[in-house]
């Protein structure tokens, strides 16, 4: 797949011809330099609202040239939104005029059920050209510096593909991603955001309730003075962007709700045992805990 | 402060002549190996329930030797307690008998209110010779090969001395932390289980609450291989020692719940932002949380 625009300068043999990152940030810059250290990619456009940071992407080599939404639509065979997801729509809406046939455009979002309404909207018709996408990889530091060709390896990418898909464009992305270093999984958007409420929505909440609640004890600077590594590593989360999280926990806030529930039946349970002194069901459920997470620890490939 | 035995084959300049280590792991094994590198110790017994870990401790150099409890007692100038906070009594009454007068025991337990009650009880008239301590540093590590001389540096050492406690022996106490690296502060014991309580305590709470539920989901596996560092991170502590643990909460039981009920309190206006559509209110929470923790990180040393 290689465009005209492209067709001169490059190998026709790269998998994107013409690759358009909309944000140019951590996770767009990282699958910009992914691709091309592969050489997955022939040539890279980026769009995005703030001059300073395209020029940033340029000058790191993340892109060749910064362009707008609408040259994007035009000249790009996949594009990929990076951008915060609340402006998916409107992004999507800029590029539906002039996007060609072919183009495929997919997402980073982490939510997915939003996206995908948000997509319907905004490219009726068009709307088989866009694959919802969700690569889970590290989202503490920010902007094009932070971009690393290595950051996809072994990360997971979860595509929520359409029915109107076609199938030869999922193969196409899941090559991208696969070129990546990712493993990537299909499956249902609702899914997704169940799952991802469980193992990210809930811990960022959590992470930062507690943050928040030490920080505003009178005593906040004496409790902090004697916290470790084990407070470090529990709170690093809550250090997270406030406008990127409150977008998450409100476009997926029924999983959310419903999952906390879960999480609280389970604490009145845990604390039953220690207010009763059951010492032996307090071990049991600690034990569950400490295996179930070292089990994972040694699967996840990321401890 | 040099024994009699360690005097001849020691420099007479090193603070503590014989060190006794009660309990060759991770805390205590590290306390040896730092005193030792810093030329601050003559000579180091270790006494423990495992013979094999005694002479692992031995081979890697962290103790001279291997003793009774009551061997201890007799030959050193300073005991540290690293064994479990359970056996903390009965250690010290097995080294109550044969203490000799100069002898400072300290300890390196979580939680101190139940040491304190245990000195008193086991040791009578000589508790005056017993300070309590609590070096806060890591403990997912376990075992004498996990020992690091390094381990203290720029770690909190809280120490909760008895009214009985000879400022010498405080003085004392805190050089040889000092020698390690450590900052040591010092703080009533109640203060003291309050505030880890807070820090220390609730998070592993919530973090084994957040795993165990997770792992009992109908559908764990397929939200597990979605997690990602977040997750890692916020779960890892849950990997620590039923054991130990159990024992912790149970030991500072009523801090423990009283602090929960204030974490609960906090999720609660969290999760009322979130179900009232409330972004503003959620934003402020998220920001205040992500404030606090970007200010612990840069001030704590530990990020």
Redesign the interface.
Known sequence: MTSDLAASNVRPAALVGVLAVVGVGLIGGSFAAALRRRGAVGRVLGAGRQAGTLEQARRLGLIDQAVTLQQAAEQADLILLAAPVGATRRILEELAPHLRSHTIVTDAGSTKLDVVRAAYAALGGKAAQFIPGHP???AETTGPQAADADLYIN??V?LTPLPENAAEAKTLLTRAWERCGARV?TMDAQ??DV??A???H????????????????H??S??????????????????????M??DI??AN?DA??SE?Q???A??ER??QC??E?D?EG??D??????L???F??SR?G??
Request: hydrophobic share 55%; glycine share 8%; no cysteine.
């Open positions: 889970i990889a590290g990360r997971t979860v999984v899914a997704h799952a991802l469980s193992v990210s809930v811990p960022h909440f959590l992470a930062s309730v507690f943050m928040e609640q030490v920080a505003a004890a005593d906040s004496a409790r902090m003075a004697l916290a470790g590594t084990g407070f470090r590593d529990f709170t690093r989360i809550a250090a997270g962007s406030p406008e999280w409150r926990f409100m806030r959310l709700l906390l879960e999480v609280k389970a604490l845990a604390e220690v207010r002194g010492g307090l071990h459920f600690l034990e569950r805990a400490a179930a997470r070292r994972w620890g996840s990321l401890s």
